[in-house]
């Protein structure tokens, strides 16, 4: 039977610090948010929703009425054709979820066992479990301050001759610095796969997160800026990567007769449900853009004024989408801790979230990277915490939010 990797907090030694405490209970409160013009409710704020308020139910209705519903009709290869042009490239190849998106795109290069790929420690496990998947080793770099990104200083370190691609994740929705990056790669001979699953509609220097590299994975899970309940999709300019990609995810099928199989293939084919939903969604994904970052702004306007607060990075070249609006939290300055801080919005009814464990400090990678401190990583985890988030959010959300963490504050000091 498979046996799980344990991790005592002792073995971990003063990286223990940086590991979150239990999850606060939320509270469900009354507080006047007039939504959709009903009177004060009890009501928590989560801190994501899906928006569903364009054709979803118009496509979802007409795969059900067509009996289209699996993975064959018009919606997928709409979808895929939608999604890679709001990405500015000519292929889109959609998949179960962003993870195995992840992992097909990698696999398209013909990554295996001994070869290696760089990635931040700082990350959703997702993005190193895809290259292990693979047999390949996750290669682990620092996160920069300036942008919770990868240190792309460090990246030029940590290739060796088995260094084989870079997977830079492009942060709560904050673009990777890619010129950089991609210069490093083309001066090495490395492949470079975005993870792009928190960044739908971000811009580096104007230029569309997907288009940044030789291709990239987005997830449609159902907290993203855009979703299909589950879902993913690779994005690419690469004919070769698209075509392998599509053959791949499902079985591998080959053109020259039925069940004749020349490559070991996946079942990561999405459903024409889901991207009917997809298609809508990204139909209005402009908009959705607009509104994070407008609530961003909101947020920061007033978060900034509050002493321990450290509010999102937008580098001048940068297009910040705020999947997640993260804070972090300065316990000297802001007067308790971050997990003393989700308590107390969790009793006023607002959820939170701890940002992301280094890949060095899970129990199931732990020894591999046993020795190896990432400090930057460490802080962001240590600090960090999303507040409610979602596109749907009222300016009175957020006035609420931010009135709950000014209270906590005045309660610590």
């Given at each position: 039977?498979?046996?799980?990797?344990?991790?005592?907090l002792?073995?971990?030694?003063?990286?223990?610090?940086?590991?979150?405490?239990?999850?606060?209970?939320?509270?469900?409160?009354?507080?006047?948010?007039?939504?959709?013009?009903?009177?004060?409710?009890?009501?928590?704020?989560?801190?994501?929703?899906?928006?569903?308020?364009?054709?979803?139910?118009k496509?979802?209705?007409?795969?059900?009425?067509?009996?289209?519903?699996?993975?064959?009709?018009?919606?997928?290869?709409?979808?895929?054709?939608?999604?890679?042009?709001?990405?500015?490239?000519?292929y889109?190849?959609?998949?179960?979820?962003?993870?195995?998106?992840?992992?097909?795109?990698?696999?398209?290069?013909?990554?295996?066992?001994?070869?290696?790929?760089?990635?931040?420690?700082?990350?959703?496990?997702?993005?190193?479990?895809?290259?292990?998947?693979?047999?390949?080793?996750?290669?682990?770099v620092?996160?920069?301050?300036?942008?919770?990104?990868?240190?792309?200083?460090?990246?030029?370190?940590?290739?060796?001759?088995?260094?084989?691609?870079?997977?830079?994740?492009?942060?709560?929705?904050?673009?990777?610095?890619?010129?950089?990056?991609?210069?490093i790669?083309?001066?090495?001979?490395?492949?470079?796969?975005?993870?792009?699953?928190?960044?739908?509609?971000?811009?580096?220097?104007?230029?569309?997160v997907?288009?940044?590299?030789?291709?990239?994975?987005?997830?449609?899970?159902?907290?993203?800026?855009?979703?299909t309940?589950?879902?993913g999709?690779?994005?690419?300019?690469?004919?070769?990567i698209?075509?392998?990609?599509?053959?791949?995810?499902?079985?591998?099928?080959?053109?020259?007769?039925?069940?004749?199989?020349?490559?070991?293939?996946?079942?990561?084919?999405?459903?024409?449900?889901?991207?009917?939903?997809?298609?809508?969604?990204?139909?209005?994904?402009?908009?959705?853009?607009e509104?994070?970052?407008?609530?961003?702004?909101?947020?920061?306007?007033?978060?900034?004024?509050?002493?321990?607060?450290?509010?999102?990075?937008?580098?001048?070249?940068?297009?910040?989408?705020?999947?997640?609006?993260?804070?972090?939290?300065?316990?000297?300055?802001?007067?308790?801790?971050?997990?003393?801080?989700?308590?107390?919005?969790?009793?006023?009814?607002?959820?939170?979230?701890?940002?992301?464990?280094?890949m060095?400090?899970?129990?199931?990678?732990?020894?591999?990277?046993?020795?190896?401190?990432?400090?930057?990583?460490?802080?962001?985890?240590?600090?960090?915490?999303?507040?409610?988030?979602?596109?749907?959010?009222?300016?009175?959300?957020?006035?609420?939010?931010?009135?709950?963490?000014?209270?906590?504050?005045?309660?610590?000091?």
């Amino acid at each position: 039977m498979l046996e799980p990797v344990e991790l005592s907090l002792s073995e971990m030694g003063d990286l223990a610090e940086i590991i979150p405490g239990p999850e606060p209970e939320l509270q469900v409160t009354v507080h006047p948010i007039p939504r959709f013009g009903e009177p004060p409710r009890p009501r928590i704020i989560p801190v994501c929703e899906p928006t569903l308020t364009g054709n979803e139910l118009k496509y979802v209705t007409e795969c059900i009425e067509t009996n289209w519903i699996s993975s064959i009709g018009r919606f997928v290869q709409e979808f895929e054709a939608a999604f890679a042009a709001a990405c500015g490239v000519r292929y889109g190849v959609a998949c179960a979820n962003g993870t195995v998106a992840l992992h097909l795109a990698l696999a398209t290069l013909g990554l295996g066992p001994g070869d290696e790929v760089i990635i931040p420690t700082f990350t959703m496990i997702a993005t190193a479990n895809a290259v292990t998947y693979l047999g390949a080793r996750p290669v682990l770099v620092d996160s920069e301050l300036e942008t919770w990104n990868m240190d792309i200083n460090q990246v030029e370190d940590k290739i060796t001759p088995r260094t084989r691609a870079i997977v830079p994740v492009h942060t709560y929705g904050h673009p990777v610095d890619m010129d950089a990056l991609n210069e490093i790669a083309e001066r090495h001979n490395l492949w470079v796969i975005e993870d792009a699953a928190e960044a739908h509609g971000a811009r580096y220097k104007g230029r569309p997160v997907g288009s940044l590299g030789h291709a990239a994975a987005f997830s449609f899970y159902g907290n993203k800026i855009i979703t299909t309940g589950e879902g993913g999709m690779i994005t690419t300019d690469d004919e070769e990567i698209a075509r392998l990609a599509w053959n791949l995810r499902d079985h591998a099928f080959s053109e020259e007769r039925h069940f004749w199989h020349k490559f070991i293939g996946f079942n990561y084919r999405m459903t024409n449900l889901q991207a009917a939903v997809g298609l809508a969604q990204t139909e209005q994904l402009e908009r959705f853009v607009e509104a994070r970052r407008a609530n961003a702004a909101r947020y920061t306007e007033r978060l900034s004024k509050i002493p321990g607060i450290t509010t999102p990075p937008e580098a001048e070249w940068a297009t910040n989408v705020y999947w997640m609006y993260g804070i972090l939290v300065d316990e000297k300055e802001f007067g308790m801790t971050r997990d003393e801080l989700r308590q107390a919005l969790a009793r006023r009814g607002i959820e939170t979230r701890t940002f992301f464990i280094p890949m060095h400090c899970q129990p199931v990678y732990f020894h591999q990277y046993k020795g190896e401190r990432y400090p930057r990583a460490e802080l962001l985890c240590k600090r960090g915490m999303y507040l409610p988030s979602a596109s749907s959010l009222t300016e009175s959300d957020i006035d609420y939010v931010v009135g709950a963490i000014e209270e906590a504050h005045r309660e610590g000091r």
